[in-house]
């Protein structure tokens, strides 16, 4: 049976109190929080003095072909590395790109003024695992693959790789199929040599897969490391006939009269007929593979095929053709049962509705079960796409007004704050997309968006639309609700700057300058911490969420990866991930520029835990590069501080005037 959830998707306010009772008594206006408003407004950020190496750590493992050195030295006096003469700026700061070796790494950093100062940091650079040569006789059992129990179905590709002797042969045997590998060297060699008609020249075993798939499959092996020559690889299609369930791949050696063999730890079972499971978290995460992009999560009591599964990873038909994955801890099987059967997941759709809510207008589409959606969001044309899988058109009527669709669902309308004047909502029309695909167009007024979000009210889908918030005309942003968010905290400093000085305390120090200027300027300010502390980024989406925030603004500063130079690579970012936060990005980051002065890197989408939430416009902004010396000996300036949170507001005003 499918529980019933809340009709706003936002978790119970008592609960979500109690979990963040610090934070959200830390974030109230009153005598306490301008004390520490204050303190943070007039601190002045330090860090050491003298030689100092702020990164890499003694005894750090670093595994790319470079690093970075950052410090400071006393202003003014030489510094070298590793005897080479180093640039300091005015405070002293220093930058340095060293290359490493293989192994351990000695970086000598000396400082000269009077007496003489030096520190010694050892890094390693752990070397690669040498190749297993034709002397020896071995399979590397560590490096077969696949070693994740995996659920496959008629059609599916699996990749068989090792490491071994070269000069063998190897093949793969499992549930009574022989799968001959190759080396590696030869399929390379194979996929780039062509004979007449522009078939590959040099034959490689085909698994029982046409020469047209085999040509298109040959592309993973492009990303095999060039000089692999104890690399095996090799690849099966799963065919109609096979039926094997736990079944491990046995990897099988030989070389004149010897043989070895070794199975994976996989285990690979065939599902022919798929299982029905039901979502169990308000929010569940959906990707498109395992560990990679994101899709427009599910609300709980979404009933999914499962026909295949990654290890821990489920695979979910949405319908033809539309896969999706879903952590098993983000499921449960009906009746506990993994092989039990009920009704598939499909509903007809008889109607589509308009209501209201205290956070916009609301779309309701009701079904007789939850079922499986994404939302697709475009700015031109202003519209919501929503596509529901298992939705079969039976639709008689499509209301464009107002009105209550469901019990309780238009009870909100006409209170006070929620007018019964123009939402967002111009009008809606639907159309049966593809045989299992029911897709409902939303065309919205003007020309931005403020967030929306979709949950269940029994079996009826609701997609809500924020309404624009009551701005007032002019410079004030009166009727403005922002969620200001310093980023790390706590045990998570962020990046580390040439003194020392950790990147969460530049963030805590910007984001409460900036909460001055908004309020001063009449907009209510939520800050998700104002002190050291450490909150989860979840935590500090739902804080914003439960306090019906318009924006969020994430307040970082930057690094880079080691290998990379930050005396050439650094700046002023800002990202988003939703098409409706892409504008508010620019205008932050053009404004950033414009009156810091720092390079441009310009507005980006990214993946973020703090820029994917949909139901209110998310950015996060990279103010500086903590690691650049002059970046960082700016960030460290009040003054500047203050001219970063000018910006930002300055920024925004220019966005809410378009």
């Given at each position: 049976?499918?529980?019933?959830?809340?009709?706003?998707?936002?978790?119970?306010?008592?609960?979500?109190?109690?979990?963040?009772?610090?934070?959200?008594?830390?974030?109230?206006?009153?005598?306490?929080?301008?004390?520490?408003?204050?303190?943070?407004?007039?601190?002045?950020?330090?860090?050491?003095?003298?030689?100092?190496?702020?990164?890499?750590?003694?005894?750090?493992?670093?595994?790319?072909?470079?690093?970075?050195?950052?410090?400071?030295?006393?202003?003014?006096?030489?510094?070298?590395?590793?005897?080479?003469?180093?640039?300091?700026?005015?405070?002293?700061?220093?930058?340095?790109?060293?290359?490493?070796?293989?192994?351990?790494?000695?970086?000598?950093?000396?400082?000269?003024?009077?007496?003489?100062?030096?520190?010694?940091?050892?890094?390693?650079?752990?070397?690669?695992?040498?190749?297993?040569?034709?002397?020896?006789?071995?399979?590397?059992?560590?490096?077969?693959?696949?070693?994740?129990?995996?659920?496959?179905?008629?059609?599916?590709?699996?990749?068989?790789?090792?490491?071994?002797?070269?000069?063998?042969?190897?093949?793969?045997?499992?549930?009574?199929?022989t799968i001959p590998l190759s080396p590696a060297e030869q399929v390379r060699s194979a996929r780039s040599s062509k004979g007449k008609n522009g078939k590959q020249a040099v034959k490689t075993p085909a698994s029982d897969v046409n020469f047209g798939l085999?040509?298109?499959?040959?592309?993973?092996?492009?990303q095999i490391p060039r000089g692999a020559s104890d690399l095996y690889v090799g690849y099966y299609k799963v065919q109609p006939t096979d039926v094997f369930r736990d079944a491990h791949p046995r990897f099988t050696l030989k070389k004149d009269t010897r043989?070895?063999?070794?199975?994976?730890?996989?285990?690979?079972?065939?599902?022919?007929?798929?299982?029905?499971?039901?979502?169990?978290?308000?929010?569940?995460?959906?990707?498109?593979?395992?560990?990679?992009?994101?899709?427009?999560?599910?609300?709980?009591?979404?009933?999914?095929?499962?026909?295949?599964?990654?290890?821990?990873?489920?695979?979910?038909?949405?319908?033809?053709?539309?896969?999706?994955?879903?952590?098993?801890?983000?499921?449960?099987?009906?009746?506990?049962?993994?092989?039990?059967?009920?009704?598939?997941?499909?509903?007809?759709?008889?109607?589509?509705?308009?209501?209201?809510?205290?956070?916009?207008?609301?779309?309701?589409?009701?079904?007789?079960?939850?079922?499986?959606?994404?939302?697709?969001?475009?700015?031109?044309?202003?519209?919501?796409?929503?596509?529901?899988?298992?939705?079969?058109?039976?639709?008689?009527?499509?209301?464009?007004?107002?009105?209550?669709?469901?019990?309780?669902?238009?009870?909100?309308?006409?209170?006070?704050?929620?007018?019964?004047?123009?939402?967002?909502?111009?009008?809606?029309?639907?159309?049966?997309?593809?045989?299992?695909?029911?897709?409902?167009?939303?065309?919205?007024?003007?020309?931005?968006?403020?967030?929306?979000?979709?949950?269940?009210?029994?079996?009826?889908?609701?997609?809500?639309?924020?309404?624009?918030?009551?701005?007032?005309?002019?410079?004030?942003?009166?009727?403005?609700?922002?969620?200001?968010?310093?980023?790390?905290?706590?045990?998570?400093?962020?990046?580390?700057?040439?003194?020392?000085?950790?990147?969460?305390?530049?963030?805590?120090?910007?984001?409460?300058?900036?909460?001055?200027?908004?309020?001063?300027?009449?907009?209510?300010?939520?800050?998700?911490?104002?002190?050291?502390?450490?909150?989860?980024?979840?935590?500090?989406?739902?804080?914003?969420?439960?306090?019906?925030?318009?924006?969020?603004?994430?307040?970082?500063?930057?690094?880079?990866?080691?290998?990379?130079?930050?005396?050439?690579?650094?700046?002023?970012?800002?990202?988003?991930?939703?098409?409706?936060?892409?504008?508010?990005?620019?205008?932050?980051?053009?404004?950033?520029?414009?009156?810091?002065?720092?390079?441009?890197?310009?507005?980006?989408?990214?993946?973020?835990?703090?820029?994917?939430?949909?139901?209110?416009?998310?950015?996060?902004?990279?103010?500086?590069?903590?690691?650049?010396?002059?970046?960082?000996?700016?960030?460290?300036?009040?003054?500047?501080?203050?001219?970063?949170?000018?910006?930002?507001?300055?920024?925004?005003?220019?966005?809410?005037?378009?």
């Amino acid at each position: 049976m499918i529980s019933r959830i809340s009709k706003h998707s936002l978790a119970s306010l008592s609960i979500l109190t109690m979990m963040l009772q610090p934070q959200v008594v830390l974030a109230q206006t009153g005598p306490a929080q301008n004390q520490v408003q204050n303190l943070a407004q007039d601190q002045v950020l330090k860090g050491a003095e003298g030689l100092y190496v702020a990164y890499p750590k003694n005894g750090s493992k670093i595994g790319s072909r470079a690093t970075f050195i950052i410090g400071t030295a006393t202003p003014g006096a030489p510094v070298k590395i590793n005897g080479e003469p180093v640039k300091t700026n005015k405070s002293g700061f220093f930058a340095r790109v060293i290359p490493l070796s293989y192994g351990s790494n000695n970086i000598r950093v000396t400082q000269e003024n009077g007496e003489a100062k030096e520190q010694i940091v050892t890094v390693e650079r752990p070397s690669p695992r040498p190749p297993i040569s034709a002397a020896q006789w071995k399979i590397d059992q560590a490096s077969i693959e696949p070693r994740i129990n995996q659920g496959l179905s008629v059609g599916d590709l699996i990749l068989f790789r090792a490491h071994a002797t070269p000069g063998g042969t190897m093949t793969v045997s499992m549930a009574g199929k022989t799968i001959p590998l190759s080396p590696a060297e030869q399929v390379r060699s194979a996929r780039s040599s062509k004979g007449k008609n522009g078939k590959q020249a040099v034959k490689t075993p085909a698994s029982d897969v046409n020469f047209g798939l085999a040509v298109a499959y040959g592309k993973v092996f492009q990303q095999i490391p060039r000089g692999a020559s104890d690399l095996y690889v090799g690849y099966y299609k799963v065919q109609p006939t096979d039926v094997f369930r736990d079944a491990h791949p046995r990897f099988t050696l030989k070389k004149d009269t010897r043989a070895l063999a070794y199975d994976s730890p996989a285990r690979l079972t065939v599902v022919h007929q798929p299982y029905v499971a039901q979502t169990v978290n308000p929010e569940t995460v959906v990707r498109v593979s395992p560990g990679k992009a994101r899709l427009t999560p599910l609300p709980q009591g979404v009933r999914l095929f499962i026909d295949g599964w990654q290890g821990t990873d489920f695979r979910c038909l949405y319908g033809q053709n539309k896969h999706v994955f879903v952590d098993t801890k983000d499921l449960i099987f009906e009746r506990g049962n993994m092989v039990a059967s009920g009704p598939p997941p499909q509903s007809p759709v008889q109607t589509i509705n308009i209501s209201r809510d205290l956070y916009g207008d609301a779309v309701v589409v009701p079904l007789n079960q939850r079922l499986p959606m994404e939302v697709e969001q475009s700015m031109s044309p202003n519209k919501l796409t929503l596509r529901i899988f298992g939705a079969v058109a039976d639709t008689d009527f499509a209301s464009q007004q107002y009105q209550e669709a469901f019990e309780g669902a238009g009870e909100e309308a006409g209170r006070e704050g929620n007018p019964k004047g123009e939402g967002p909502v111009e009008g809606i029309s639907w159309k049966q997309k593809s045989d299992d695909v029911y897709e409902v167009e939303i065309r919205l007024r003007g020309s931005r968006q403020w967030g929306y979000y979709c949950d269940y009210v029994g079996s009826n889908l609701v997609l809500h639309v924020r309404r624009p918030p009551p701005l007032t005309p002019g410079e004030s942003l009166a009727g403005l609700k922002i969620c200001v968010d310093p980023g790390h905290g706590g045990p998570q400093p962020g990046a580390t700057g040439c003194s020392g000085v950790t990147e969460k305390q530049v963030n805590l120090a910007i984001a409460i300058k900036l909460k001055r200027l908004l309020e001063a300027s009449g907009a209510t300010v939520i800050m998700t911490r104002v002190d050291d502390r450490d909150i989860d980024l979840y935590d500090r989406v739902r804080l914003a969420r439960s306090a019906n925030c318009d924006i969020l603004l994430s307040v970082h500063n930057n690094s880079l990866p080691d290998g990379r130079d930050p005396n050439k690579e650094h700046g002023t970012s800002a990202y988003f991930y939703n098409p409706q936060a892409k504008e508010l990005a620019r205008r932050l980051n053009d404004s950033l520029v414009a009156n810091l002065g720092f390079p441009n890197i310009g507005a980006r989408y990214q993946n973020l835990a703090l820029t994917r939430p949909t139901a209110l416009v998310s950015v996060l902004v990279e103010i500086g590069f903590m690691i650049n010396p002059d970046e960082y000996e700016k960030l460290l300036d009040p003054e500047v501080e203050q001219k970063a949170a000018q910006a930002l507001l300055a920024g925004l005003k220019a966005y809410l005037r378009e």
